[in-house]
């Protein structure tokens, strides 16, 4: 059983003071508006991380988060709220995030990819131990994914990791 991650995360949701090129390109990203609001605001996040806007990403995915705690999309949310800090170098504070999503929702639709991530943030801590436990229970928890959609990157944290 992983046991808790506990990392002291500072104020990382705040934005960067944005220059000029930075601000335009953030503005071209359309906030969608459907009938469903809170679909809307993960949406809105996922497009900011696709752009490589990890800090804004993150403020709107902790939004999202605060306001709709129970939606559909709160496990993608939490997953890529990790993936927002994972991806900008800041393995330590997305761990929890991971590890979150993982214990609070095991058979959550990105339960399985936050356990994966979460082993990925663990080779960057350089906690390799951690790492591999994550890992092997992420091969007992989720086979199918072992073998299917996330194999590849499986391999190659595994690989990372130097687990057996």
């Known amino acids: 059983m992983l046991s808790p991650v506990v990392l002291s995360a500072g104020p990382t949701n705040v934005p960067p003071s944005p220059t000029a090129s930075r601000l335009a390109g953030f503005q071209a990203i359309t906030r ?32 999202f988060l605060e306001k709709y705690p129970s939606h559909w999309r709160t496990t993608y949310g939490r997953n890529l709220l990790g993936r927002a800090y994972l991806d900008d170098g800041k393995a330590r504070e997305a761990a929890p995030w991971f590890l979150q999503n993982y214990q609070l929702d095991k058979q959550g639709a990105r339960a399985g990819d936050s356990l994966l991530h979460l082993a990925e943030s663990m080779v960057a801590l350089k906690d390799t131990p951690r790492a591999c436990i994550a890992l092997r229970e992420f091969v007992d928890t989720y086979p199918l994914l072992v073998a299917g959609r996330l194999r590849d990157q499986y391999e190659s944290v595994r690989r990372m990791a130097g687990c057996v």
Request: glycine share 10%; no cysteine.
């Open 32 to 63: 969608p508006e459907t009938e469903d609001a809170g679909d809307d605001e993960y949406t809105y996040g996922l497009l900011l991380w696709e752009a490589g806007y990890f800090p804004e990403a993150r403020q709107q995915l902790s939004l």
